[in-house]
Structures are given as C-alpha cells and as structure tokens.
C-alpha cells in the first residue's frame, strides 16, 4: 500500500509542456497538460456556441471585478471543473483553433518585493480572463495581447503562467504581479516544460515578434529595485519568483528535469538543479504518444519513484492522483478546424484514465462527460473514473498492469486509426458540412461511451482482485 502525502499546498498545482510545429512528427502543435487540485473537483467537457451579446453587457469576475462584455464571442469546447472556468481551471480550443492550453499557478513562487512593488489586486481579474480572451481572438497572438492588455488595465487576484497556441504558433505568457507581465513565443523547432515556478528569463524587447510585454516593464523594475542593469541582463523570472523553495525543494524544478530527461535525453541534466533552459529540442521528433507518456510519469526507474517497491515517497511527481483532469490539445492548421483541432482528454488522473479524441466539430458530448457537480454522481464519466483511480492507486504496482495497458491499446488504436478516420471524415465535410460534423460526432462520442463502459468493467475486475490479495498486499507477502 502507497503512502501519499497530504501537505495541501502540494495538492494544487499542475503541469504543462508546449511543443511547436517544427517538434512534432506530423506537424501539429500538441499541447499537453495535467491540472492538479485537491482531487475530488468533478470535471466534464463542453461545447459553447457563438453568441451576441447585449449593449452594455457586463462579465463578473469572482473578486467582485466587473468588466464590459464585447458585441459577440466565438464558439469554443471547453475541459473544465463543476464549478466553472472563473478560476482558470480549464483547457479550451475555440472555433479558429485558438488553445488556451492550461495553466500553473505561481502564487507560492512570488517573491516578497515583487508583491510589495506590484501588488496583486483583490478585486482583480481571476484566471478566467484568459477564457474572456480566447472568446474574442482569432490568433494566439491576439489572446495574449488581449490578456496583457486586460492584466494592464484591471490587474490579477494571483499571478499564473498560460500557454496559448494556434496552428501556426505557441505563447506562454505569466504575470509578474498585480499587472506586469511578459510573454515569449516558443521556437517552431522546440517545446517548453513548465511546473509551477517562474520559467520566463531574459527579455529581448526589441524583438516583438518573439516577447511581448506589459508597457514600461524595464523600468519598472529598475525603479522598484527588482532589477540592477549594472548587474545582469533583465531576468523576468528572477525579478518575480524566488526559485519556489518548500517543504520539498526540488517540488517544480524537478518536474521540469523530468520532461527535459524524458524528451531530451541525449542532454544529460543534474535533477537538483534549480533552472533549466526555457526552450529544449526534443532528441526525436515529438508524438502524441511520447506527450502521453510524460503527462502519465511517475518518475519510474529514477531514485524518486512516486511508488517505489518498498515504502512510501515524499517526491511530488507529474502523473499524481490528485489530478483532476488531464489532456492533449493537437492542432494542425492544414485541415479545417472542426477536423484539425482535437481534444485528447481524460477526466482523472493520468496513469488511471484514458485520453479520448473530442474532435472540435462534434455537435454534441454524450451526457455522462457533461454530468459533473459538487457530489458523487455516478452517472458522471468523473466520477466513474475516479471510482477505478480509488481501488487502483493505494495497490499502484499490484493493480497497474490491469488499467494502464488497456488504455495505452485503445489510445494507440485510436492514433493508428486518426489518419484513415480523417481523410473519410474530410470527404464527408467538404461534400456535405453538417454530414461531416454527424460523422465527428458519432466517432467520438463512439469512442467515449466505449471507455466509460471499459473504465466500469476495469471496476469491477480490480475490486475482484483487490477483495482477493488485501490480505496478502498490506502484508507485504
């Protein structure tokens, strides 16, 4: 039986990796990202269509913050907690292949005097803007422009790091305090592994195709004492973040060594170093597959295995069971969007659920993934997951091998099948539109009902074995 710690603070955080065009085998920009909160936050997904709005319509922050609504926003799918996407949790493709790819919070990497010379505003814009902005953006570029201008304008409750792409380019934009800022473009040829500390360093600020950033932001840190120009060049992270030093030293750092190991192997980094280069070429092309592998890690075969043979583990890994819902976002620009954008997602946590296609065109999603609420409700694809993840983690190593291979079939399976299933369901589009987007939808929605009933029959063979071997497991014979 695994001994998992319970230190809260540990409990909230998530994980991330942006991989560009030019890094993948195919050419789609893949998104990964794993969202980790307390554990029992239910999750669904969604559609949310095109709609006009009033005149004088008004959007409410949960800080009390309100702000003018535009004339009208997009249509968008949305991965998401229960209780909304006000707070930031959540993943979401809109009707232009716009992604806002995930987050991480940075709250406990904040350095003292960052916070004193720009404070966070408490009746501020909370990680929903990033959402408001994806609503009104056909570009990545222009979602992150629109949030650092909102960020200027109204100020945040907390400060995060959000990815944005498209299906030519990747940002990732964090705010510094209350309303500095600053965004890089990751190169076409690289990806970007981020935990939960500041990652953005030097700023170029004369290469605005590259960096954006809140107005006067140099100055602002030289005045305010966060950065010496005598000293070293500008460091964004290092005049906001303080290295995120906790009860476990290594908690985000060593996440980042992990993706660098996993996807740059031939570069051989010391896993107690505190900063790591942003931007990394992987040592072979990037797949859907590989992203896959390193949202489900567990730092297996390293010293800090998160389920070691004997013994608990005080390592905080990236596949942990607290996740509450995890997801590849690929993007390819080359198709129409309703085909080229896809939704690899699971509602739970990595190692326990599988990561299926919602293709952007769907017209629907069968109810069981939209069922999703402050109690257990087991008609709720979270729920039922979560149900499976119970019985499995506590005897990870005795009940693994029954759950992670069948996913890993049916993904590979599916991925296999994508080419084909695409070029029919193209002809199908371009011939008739609302015949194409029927196809979509019954293939995934196909494939979601048939890993709801797998996730069920998973249940009920790991409880059997379970109510067999309890004797024998926790007694370590």
């Not at 705010?175 to 970007?192: K, M, N, T």
């Not at 080229?340 to 017209?363: H, Q």
């Not at 109690?375 to 005897?395: C, E, K, M, T």
């Not at 695409?422 to 494939?447: C, R, W």
Request: hydrophobic fraction near 35%; proline fraction near 6%; charge should be negative.
């Amino acid at each position: 039986m695994i001994d998992r710690p319970a230190d809260p603070e540990e409990r909230q955080e998530c994980y991330m990796i942006l991989a560009g065009k030019n890094a993948t085998a195919d050419g789609s920009i893949l998104l990964a990202h794993d969202n980790d909160l307390a554990g029992h936050q239910a999750s669904l997904i969604e559609k949310i269509p095109r709609m006009k709005h009033e005149a004088g319509e008004m959007i409410t922050f949960p800080s009390g913050l309100e702000i003018p609504q535009v004339d009208e926003t997009c249509e968008w799918m949305v991965l998401r907690i229960y209780s909304g996407f006000a707070e930031g949790d959540a993943v979401a493709i809109n009707e232009y292949g716009v992604s806002i790819a995930g987050g991480v919070a940075q709250g406990s990497d904040h350095n003292k005097k960052a916070g004193e010379a720009d404070p966070f505003i408490k009746k501020g814009l909370n990680g929903g803007v990033r959402y408001v902005a994806l609503e009104r953006s056909k570009t990545a570029r222009e979602c992150v422009e629109t949030m650092g201008r909102l960020y200027t304008q109204y100020g945040v409750t907390y400060p995060s790091g959000v990815g944005v792409a498209d299906g030519n380019e990747i940002w990732y934009i964090e705010a510094g305090g209350g309303h500095q800022w600053a965004a890089v473009r990751v190169p076409d040829d690289s990806y970007l592994a981020v935990a939960n500390a500041y990652r953005i360093g030097e700023i170029d600020g004369s290469d605005t195709e590259n960096y954006l950033a809140s107005p006067n932001l140099l100055n602002f840190a030289k005045e305010k004492g966060l950065w010496d120009p005598a000293q070293s060049p500008f460091n964004f992270a290092k005049a906001f973040g303080l290295g995120k030093v906790n009860d476990n030293p290594y908690y985000d750092s060593r996440r980042v060594w992990r993706g660098l190991q996993l996807l740059s192997p031939g570069v051989e980094f010391d896993p107690d170093l505190k900063e790591y280069p942003l931007f990394m070429k992987p040592d072979e092309k990037l797949t859907m597959e590989k992203l896959i592998d390193v949202l489900r890690d567990t730092y297996e075969g390293t010293p800090y295995s998160l389920y070691p043979e004997e013994g608990g583990s005080k390592e905080r890994g990236i596949a942990v069971p607290h996740c509450i819902h995890t997801d590849v976002v690929q993007l390819r620009n080359w198709l129409p969007n309703d085909i080229g954008s896809v939704l690899w997602a699971g509602l739970g946590s990595p190692t326990t659920t599988a990561y299926v296609p919602f293709y952007f065109g769907v017209n629907e999603i069968p109810r069981a993934y939209q069922t999703a609420g402050p109690a257990y409700d087991a008609g709720s694809a979270f729920w039922i997951n979560r149900s499976l993840q119970h019985v499995v983690i506590p005897y990870y190593r005795h009940l693994i091998g029954e759950v992670l291979p069948v996913w890993q079939k049916f993904e590979n399976e599916a991925m296999a099948y994508q080419p084909a299933f695409e070029k029919a369901a193209l002809e199908l589009y371009t011939a008739d539109k609302p015949l194409g987007k029927s196809f979509l939808t019954a293939y995934s929605n196909g494939q979601a009902l048939n890993v709801l009933e797998t996730t069920k029959k998973l249940f009920e063979i790991t409880n059997s074995r379970l109510a067999a071997n309890t004797r024998k497991w926790v007694s370590g014979n």
